[in-house]
């Protein structure tokens, strides 16, 4: 009895074998960097190779330049100022207007690219032979 009691009281003091630890969580994925924007570099070259297609009389080329660079950000007012500059001297006065409009779309708070637009707008008007409208467009040019 002795015996077994001692057992018991042996047992008792007995530590369990430990616990598995758990195991550890994976650690989340690092935050996603953003790429510098592939986009913006190629928008600067498309731009560039358009001024200097517009600058060389290869007007055909520059508005090809910008549409491709539209496609990629067709949101940018920037773009759109400059097709509707080379629609314009193209001789397509009415698709100059329209995409001056468009530009003025996206242009927000650009007040000076506001203005631009509506220059160009007022020239588009004279060219068709609508003073009326060019003096409006003047005046939307100098708010």
Do not use: Y
């Amino acid at each position: 009895m002795k015996r077994l009691l001692l057992v018991l009281i042996l047992a008792g003091c007995a530590t369990p074998p430990p616990a598995p630890e758990p195991e550890p969580k994976p650690e989340p994925p690092p935050p996603l960097v953003t790429p510098p924007k592939q986009e913006n570099i190629a928008i600067a070259g498309l731009m560039e190779s358009a001024r200097a297609d517009a600058a060389a009389g290869k007007l055909p080329n520059a508005a090809a330049s910008l549409e491709r660079a539209l496609r990629i950000e067709p949101r940018n007012p920037r773009l759109w100022h400059e097709l509707a500059r080379v629609r314009f001297q193209q001789g397509q006065h009415g698709q100059a207007e329209n995409v001056a409009v468009r530009s003025n779309s996206f242009a927000g708070d650009d007040r000076a690219l506001r203005a631009e637009n509506w220059k160009l707008i007022a020239a588009t008007r004279k060219a068709r032979g609508d003073s009326e409208g060019a003096r409006q467009a003047l005046e939307q040019a100098n708010r």
